[in-house]
């Protein structure tokens, strides 16, 4: 069934004008120097897809469907939320939740569309540039498939959360080009790769979003693994006092990227309690899980960018992701690694006789 609806607006509505930004580099030199930046530029050529052909919008996508044997009982033995759940409210949650959660996907896709073009601008390097112009032609195409998915097959979307839209502007208006490397392509690609791959097991059955994930979390892989290349030599050659900076705005990324996942607009939407729905969510298993499980890709990047200092550490571990450091990062795998906390969690569900396919750990050797 199709929809078709027009975008909720946040309250600044349609247009948000950000000043600043790093300044534009031209490099006359043409320096064939960046083996590795060159082979992913070569990678991504060859990868390029079409949305809307290679995507087979055909399929119908109806979100009752649930995984067999996954019950309101069983979802409420599991979380334990504070009203019980019926079938009823099951499936709102679950609506609501998918279109919230990939409309914050496309919101920041958006980010990432316009955070590669200024990037493809201000990087010096030019191999790095050949490759981020390739980059912004796949989150075109990332924006694209999630507003054709929101609009036409679900008909339920939610506008930029604030604290997602706050770290955009912070990206994009930063004048230090390896600021925007920093935000988009290790913090905010990091955790849309591993919420992707989240998003493919926990949805076995809608197969539409399958193929659109498969598509899109091949790209995303390259992006990080582009962020990690391009960092790395020149964290390495920093100044403490400028890689203090770096680590400041880690921490302060990873409570904005903590922040955005309580899903406080889908507790109002759905008319219940904010604030005894937001500490549900802080506290139950699973939904802190699916938290953690988010930063499963940022935190071994961090550690191969040499960000995970002491004062990095201890914020990390706050928020309670610093068990992540001894993943591969994403020049060794450029899967999404499914976490102990998961597998745990997979188990807890088919222990209940609740059907799931759990997929094999592409780098089994990581947990
Ligand atoms: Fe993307
Ligand atoms: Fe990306």
């Not at 948000?16 to 590795?36: C, H, I, L, M, S």
């Not at 899109?216 to 892989?221: G, K, L, P, S």
């Not at 920093?238 to 302060?252: D, G, L, N, S």
């Not at 060794?332 to 997929?359: K, N």
């Amino acid at each position: 069934m199709d929809h078709h609806i027009d975008m909720p607006l946040p309250p600044g509505g349609p247009l948000e004008f950000v000043p600043g930004g790093a300044p534009t580099a031209f490099n006359w030199q043409y320096p064939e120097d960046r083996e590795q930046l060159a082979a992913l530029y070569e990678k991504s050529k060859r990868l390029q897809w079409n949305a809307t052909t290679d995507i087979d919008w055909s399929i119908d996508v109806d979100l009752e469907r649930n995984p067999p044997g996954f019950t309101p009982e069983v979802f409420n033995l599991l979380t334990r939320p504070p009203k019980p759940f019926d079938d009823r409210m099951l499936l709102e949650f679950k609506t609501h939740r998918s279109a919230w959660m990939l409309s914050q996907f496309m919101h920041g896709e958006q980010g990432a569309l316009v955070a590669t073009a200024a990037l493809a601008s201000a990087v010096p390097d030019l191999d790095a540039k050949f490759y981020a112009s390739q980059q912004v032609a796949d989150e075109a195409r990332h924006v694209e498939v999630y507003r054709r998915y929101l609009t036409t097959k679900i008909g339920l979307a939610y506008p930029v959360n604030p604290h997602l839209d706050t770290l955009l502007r912070q990206i994009v208006s930063d004048d230090r080009w390896d600021m925007i490397y920093l935000g988009m392509q290790i913090m905010v690609e990091g955790l849309a790769l591993a919420a992707f791959g989240f998003m493919n097991i926990m949805e076995p059955e809608e197969k539409l979003i399958q193929q659109i994930t498969g598509y899109v979390i091949r790209d995303e892989a390259r992006h990080v693994g582009f962020g990690v290349l391009s960092l790395g030599d020149i964290y390495r050659q920093m100044t403490a006092a400028e890689m203090k900076e770096r680590e400041e705005f880690v921490v302060e990324a990873s409570y904005l990227m903590r922040d955005r996942l309580l899903m406080e607009e889908v507790w109002e939407r759905l008319g219940l309690e904010k604030k005894t729905w937001v500490e549900w969510s802080l506290q139950t298993p699973f939904m802190n899980g699916f938290r953690q499980i988010l930063f499963s890709k940022i935190v071994p990047n961090l550690r191969r960018l040499g960000l995970l200092t002491p004062y990095v550490r201890e914020h990390l571990e706050k928020i309670g992701v610093l068990q992540f450091e001894s993943l591969p990062d994403s020049t060794q795998d450029e899967g999404v690694s499914i976490p102990p906390a998961l597998m745990q969690f997979f188990g807890q569900l088919m222990a209940q006789g609740v059907q799931i396919e759990v997929p094999t750990p592409p780098n089994s050797s990581a947990s």
